[in-house]
Nanobody, 123 residues
Framework: QVQVVESGGESVQAGESLTLSCSAS????????MGWFRQAPGNGREGVSC???????YYADSVKGRFTIPRDNAKNTLYLLMNRLRPEDTAIYYC?????????????????WGQGTQVTVSS
């Protein structure tokens, strides 16, 4: 059974940095595409950043140049490095996994989801 668990969310000030982690188990991690999604109150789930098994990445326009999505296949761990955080980045951040090809623009295709971790950015 594939499981993913997020950690690292907290309350920060605008302009600060934060790193989220996603630990995965029950899968051949290097065969999976991984993604970070977020949902703010009243909004739908948004694809923030995704990385395919071969390493190609996608970033939403709102986070380009501020966020990066490294993965450590040896540790079965995905990260989201968030710099220059803004109040509009406030949301619950979810990690998700999908075997094979995946796109951040189709979150419903991801097979395994974590419970989410709250990120709050104050101005």
């Amino acid at each position: 059974q594939v499981q993913v668990v997020e950690s690292g969310g907290e309350s920060v000030q605008a302009g600060e940095s934060l790193t989220l982690s996603c630990s995965a188990s029950g899968l051949s991690f290097n065969r999976y595409a991984m993604g970070w999604f977020r949902q703010a109150p009243g909004n739908g789930r948004e694809g923030v950043s995704c990385i395919r098994s071969i390493g190609t990445t996608y970033y939403a326009d709102s986070v380009k140049g501020r966020f990066t999505i490294p993965r450590d296949n040896a540790k079965n761990t995905l990260y989201l490095l968030m710099n220059r955080l803004r109040p509009e980045d406030t949301a619950i951040y979810y990690c998700a996994a999908k075997l094979g090809w995946a796109s951040c623009q189709f979150p419903h295709t991801f097979e395994a989801w974590g419970q989410g971790t709250q990120v709050t950015v104050s101005s």
